[in-house]
């Protein structure tokens, strides 16, 4: 009998024990939340009050200047016997600054000729669906940095192509 009593006074302290466990435990964890919050809290009252001035005090962006590049018609390349296919482009040069655009125009042969003779090597099945034409596009953009380096180029635009 007096084996029982010890057990039920022993379990009684580990209910106990465990009760304090999960109260220290429910206590730490709103902690750890409020600490949460108002960190939060600090973090986007500060920041408003600054970010309303840096919106403030921000300029507009630039609009791009774009560069026409003379029109191209070319022949594909095509296998002997087939009928000859050509390909007619209209791209214009897309870069950032209004000074750029004119530092580029004096360039504008060389960047013809690299053009020219990169799509006399196309095939008709280079330039199949949106992928053929934004890989010539990617190509086109790559050549025409090198040729007006050390001034960048955004993008190469289409405005017109048309494969005949």
Known sequence: MADNEAEGAADGAEGASAKKGKLKLMIAAVG???????GAGWFFFMRGGHGEEAHAEAL?????????????MVNLVGA????????KVKIVLEVKEEKQAESI?????????????YLR???????????????????????????VSPNQVSAVLFKEVLVQ
């Open 80 to 87: 002997p016997g087939e009928r000859v296919q050509y390909l």
């Open 60 to 72: 507009p962006p630039k609009p791009p200047s774009f560069v026409e590049v003379p029109d191209m």
């Open 32 to 38: 750890f939340v409020v600490i949460l919050g108002s």
């Open 105 to 117: 125009k004096p360039s504008l042969p060389r960047v013809t000729d690299l053009f020219q003779t």
């Open 121 to 147: 090597e196309l095939r008709p099945s280079d330039l199949n669906g949106s992928a053929g034409l934004f890989r010539l596009k990617e190509e086109l953009t790559k050549r025409v940095n090198s040729a």
